[in-house]
């Protein structure tokens, strides 16, 4: 019955822009964690950004100045705003939300969350 959304995934240049976003229906709402995760082929999954019930957020080093995380509690959207994208940002970019507390440690880490959005693609060109 709950169901997470991703939207705005595309192809753009190095240097260029995106904004996803994560609708989240169904019994998803009330989360207390949500985030921004990325695959690339043949690589594990990475944390990118998270942000909890208070606004709290924590970043990756490898985009933290370069995007920003937010968070809709009234229409239960979760947003990543990516600036100054590069090569290596080029991934299957997944949210997910968690109803748990956790220590921000496992902000980060996929097990902390239970539900998981399928996913979109970001490809970012030189």
């Known amino acids: 019955q709950v169901q997470l959304v991703e939207s705005g995934g595309g192809s753009v240049q190095s240097g260029g822009s995106l904004r996803l976003s994560c609708a989240i229906s169904?019994?998803?709402?009330?989360?207390?964690?949500m985030g921004w995760f990325r695959q690339a082929p043949g690589k594990e999954r990475e944390g990118v950004a998270a942000?909890?019930?208070?606004?709290?957020?924590r970043y990756a080093y490898s985009v933290k100045g370069r995007f920003t995380i937010s968070q809709d509690n009234g229409n239960n959207t979760l947003y990543l705003q990516m600036f100054s994208l590069k090569p290596e940002d080029t991934a299957m970019y997944y949210c997910?939300?968690?109803?748990?507390?956790?220590?921000?440690?496992?902000?980060?880490?996929?097990?902390?969350?239970?539900?998981w959005g399928q996913g979109t693609q970001v490809t970012v060109s030189s």
């Open positions: 997910a939300a968690d109803d748990r507390r956790w220590s921000m440690i496992f902000w980060l880490s996929p097990g902390t969350y239970s539900r």
């Open positions: 169904g019994y998803g709402h009330n989360y207390y964690h």
């Open positions: 942000i909890d019930s208070d606004g709290t957020t």
